[in-house]
């Protein structure tokens, strides 16, 4: 992508109004811009890092055996009277009357609706098990949104919801969904504590909360040190094996900390630090399948109602997490997992003939092969382009100018590390293709 | 793809309330299913062809130079009020109010929104042209909601809009979006025509509406019989030369041609069909730049109001369109580039061990190629298999039975004609894996 003609509006001032590094770097580095209190557009290199991220869930969940579908944001009210959520639910879920004066309301989460198309069609216990997921807008109308992305209003978020025949099948999804989460956010490059949860509004009486660590976040964390001599390797190989290890490990939000009489953890293992909640999973059994009249036949002929689970993962939330955990004074550094370009290529001299034709080769043969490219072709000077570079945080920044094409090289700057090596373009190319 | 482990509840019966042909198949077809008057869910398969749609219209935007961002599907009131449309805006509106009893809205277009974003960030001619396009829900609160998808109240579109200097800058972004509705409406395998349209309530001069041909499109057209002599391949490779030709050619809706005294169609080449609106163009100059207060600077220094243009296709309208344009008596018949799955395998006897290792080997191989297949797995008769197939309506069926396995031969089915062929496994796999 050639800057010149991207949409990339970048300011060096720090917004008055971000109280926390990641909100205020996502609006200085043109990821967002905020539309109305709590709500954001997504700016092009902002929406390049959501859909990474989402993918990067998405094959996790599929690679779980979960089947992507994808509900409407806006609900009907009655859908929420049969499970007896519609009046219990607070302020939050944002109520909408139509042109008919029917009442409706923007999906604050989907169980009652995808309990509603289960039931709909799954007759017998061949239609089961099922993990069905999709990945939409959401809407909770906080009383106060602030931290950007963190806590807004309007947010993306992959919700997956599970249907089992018995506790056996439950437990079995319930694993399955834990251990894409321990892979989607080891993919990620994050360190996400499983934390033993109150259940909550949702119901049910097994429940996790995966957090990331990070100093700005809203939660309070207790936890054995050894949660993080769990390798990312093993992270990626987890099985139920992997996931006894973890919830054998202690790890309470504060609240549920203080109220425990005798921490099992010597002092010496226990840490403390915040975190960032960005995934959130529930086996509730027959909750909501039970007040909606959902059941199929066993094999046996009889009528039960399934056995559900739902998990959830603030995709857009991991964006601002991600940033949290990972930038300097200078910028963001986005993890390879997730960046919007692999390379920013700077183009020192737009005005030398042969640095910009030396430029235009290689933005050529990148983009040929494949390599995401963001190529600072714009008349600017190359302290600004350099800023700009840091403060988006490619992980790889390629600058081609004057003296260095003299004796035949480019320089190759490693975003997170500072490095630079002077290379051949052969072998800046070589490194950045392999 | 698993068929025993997917998401697929297909119905022998028609349903009452489906008026027209794509509703009827999609809801049959397990696409869809409604969960509010208007609103749908889109079930695994029928997601799987939306996305398909989706990427066809993002590389032409791509292609075309538009750059991709994601505004969100609530907006504030008072955005609509600086440009004077919210009161002017209809019940068609979902007007929505939050806790704070602020008034807010379900976005049914973005033109105030990326004025609003474009005014914030651009400042001088440096930062012209652009045209920037996102693919996002909206909401329509249509009094009477059918036709399924067509036309629903919740759905999905592209909306792209174009900033220029000048009316020769607007002219070419127009031409350079025209080009992109041609190439994506070709390589969706639809035949589109371009209509003069008259603007509407978004304003401007300059207008034309794309109707894909059939039977139960809402709009009656008059046209030249020369616009069908256009070819695919003189629409894939489209420019402005392509442009003057078709909309030199005379194309009017009902209303219009019923305004005009001597139609300038020779009788025997005129053609009166429906068609659906698919796709809507606008160049509507300064009506929002001007009323908004976005401006920039010239290279001269003066500031000028950039001239804007509003580019929609809708994306989810269509899947039926589509559907509407390529069926018959046994189901749906997907053009391959939209197709939800290329190849649907038919295990016709699970429980014989060598019919059954036979197809799962096929599977794995087709698999690890890289074609999307459907595999039906299920322990169910023959018929029903192929029936479900046949509604389905992938480009290939592969059927894998005893008695030809005896021969050493599967039957390779082309959805769209019904041709069989008898061929060796590894024939089958060579033609479907080119």
């Given at each position: 992508m050639r800057l010149s003609r991207y949409f990339l509006p970048v300011a060096r001032e720090t917004p008055?109004?971000?109280?926390?590094v990641s909100h205020r770097l996502m609006l200085r580095a043109g990821l967002i811009r905020q539309t109305a209190a709590g709500i954001y557009a997504w700016l092009p290199i902002g929406l390049r890092v959501l859909k990474q991220i989402e993918q990067v869930v998405r094959e996790e969940q599929d690679r779980a055996g979960a089947v992507e579908l994808l509900m409407p944001t806006l609900q009907s009210a009655d859908l929420w009277r049969q499970s007896g959520r519609y009046d219990a639910y607070g302020p939050e879920m944002l109520r909408i009357r139509d042109r008919h004066d029917r009442d409706m309301l923007y999906g604050p989460t989907n169980e009652e609706m995808i309990t509603a198309l289960f039931r709909d069609s799954a007759k017998s216990y061949r239609d089961l098990p099922r993990i069905l997921y999709h990945i939409q807008w959401k809407f909770r109308d906080e009383v106060r949104p602030r931290f950007g992305v963190m806590r807004g209003r309007e947010f993306l978020m992959k919700d997956a919801y599970s249907f089992d025949l018995d506790e056996a099948g439950l437990r079995a999804s319930y694993e399955a969904m834990f251990v894409a989460y321990l892979r989607t956010f080891a993919r990620l490059g994050l360190t996400a504590v499983p934390v033993k949860a109150p259940t909550g509004p949702i119901g049910g009486d097994l429940s996790h909360e995966f957090h990331i660590l990070a100093d700005t976040g809203e939660s309070a964390l207790f936890y054995d040190a050894a949660i993080e001599d769990v390798s990312r390797d093993e992270l990626l190989a987890a099985d139920a094996s992997t996931i006894a290890r973890l919830t054998g490990l202690y790890a309470m939000e504060e609240e549920e900390h203080a109220r425990i009489a005798d921490c099992p953890v010597p002092a010496e293992r226990l840490r403390s630090r915040r975190g960032i909640e960005v995934g959130h999973i529930f086996a509730f059994g027959t909750k909501y399948s039970a007040a909606m009249g959902l059941s199929v036949q066993t094999r046996e002929g009889e009528q039960v109602h399934p056995q559900m689970g739902s998990y959830g993962i603030g995709v857009s939330r991991l964006v601002g997490a991600i940033v949290e955990a990972s930038h300097d004074d200078n910028g963001i550094v986005w993890p390879e997992a997730v960046a919007p370009f692999r390379v920013g290529l700077v183009n020192m001299r737009v005005d030398d003939g042969s640095v910009t034709s030396a430029a235009e080769e290689i933005y050529g043969r990148l983009s040929d092969a494949g390599v995401a490219t963001l190529y600072d072709d714009r008349d600017e000077r190359g302290g600004a382009k350099f800023a700009t570079m840091d403060l988006v945080g490619l992980p790889w920044q390629l600058i081609v100018g004057p003296k260095g094409l003299e004796r035949g090289t480019v320089e190759l700057k490693r975003r997170a590390t500072g490095e630079r090596d002077e290379l051949s373009v052969e072998s800046a190319l070589a490194r950045l293709t392999a």
């Amino acid at each position: 992508m050639r800057l010149s003609r991207y949409f990339l509006p970048v300011a060096r001032e720090t917004p008055a109004d971000a109280q926390i590094v990641s909100h205020r770097l996502m609006l200085r580095a043109g990821l967002i811009r905020q539309t109305a209190a709590g709500i954001y557009a997504w700016l092009p290199i902002g929406l390049r890092v959501l859909k990474q991220i989402e993918q990067v869930v998405r094959e996790e969940q599929d690679r779980a055996g979960a089947v992507e579908l994808l509900m409407p944001t806006l609900q009907s009210a009655d859908l929420w009277r049969q499970s007896g959520r519609y009046d219990a639910y607070g302020p939050e879920m944002l109520r909408i009357r139509d042109r008919h004066d029917r009442d409706m309301l923007y999906g604050p989460t989907n169980e009652e609706m995808i309990t509603a198309l289960f039931r709909d069609s799954a007759k017998s216990y061949r239609d089961l098990p099922r993990i069905l997921y999709h990945i939409q807008w959401k809407f909770r109308d906080e009383v106060r949104p602030r931290f950007g992305v963190m806590r807004g209003r309007e947010f993306l978020m992959k919700d997956a919801y599970s249907f089992d025949l018995d506790e056996a099948g439950l437990r079995a999804s319930y694993e399955a969904m834990f251990v894409a989460y321990l892979r989607t956010f080891a993919r990620l490059g994050l360190t996400a504590v499983p934390v033993k949860a109150p259940t909550g509004p949702i119901g049910g009486d097994l429940s996790h909360e995966f957090h990331i660590l990070a100093d700005t976040g809203e939660s309070a964390l207790f936890y054995d040190a050894a949660i993080e001599d769990v390798s990312r390797d093993e992270l990626l190989a987890a099985d139920a094996s992997t996931i006894a290890r973890l919830t054998g490990l202690y790890a309470m939000e504060e609240e549920e900390h203080a109220r425990i009489a005798d921490c099992p953890v010597p002092a010496e293992r226990l840490r403390s630090r915040r975190g960032i909640e960005v995934g959130h999973i529930f086996a509730f059994g027959t909750k909501y399948s039970a007040a909606m009249g959902l059941s199929v036949q066993t094999r046996e002929g009889e009528q039960v109602h399934p056995q559900m689970g739902s998990y959830g993962i603030g995709v857009s939330r991991l964006v601002g997490a991600i940033v949290e955990a990972s930038h300097d004074d200078n910028g963001i550094v986005w993890p390879e997992a997730v960046a919007p370009f692999r390379v920013g290529l700077v183009n020192m001299r737009v005005d030398d003939g042969s640095v910009t034709s030396a430029a235009e080769e290689i933005y050529g043969r990148l983009s040929d092969a494949g390599v995401a490219t963001l190529y600072d072709d714009r008349d600017e000077r190359g302290g600004a382009k350099f800023a700009t570079m840091d403060l988006v945080g490619l992980p790889w920044q390629l600058i081609v100018g004057p003296k260095g094409l003299e004796r035949g090289t480019v320089e190759l700057k490693r975003r997170a590390t500072g490095e630079r090596d002077e290379l051949s373009v052969e072998s800046a190319l070589a490194r950045l293709t392999a």
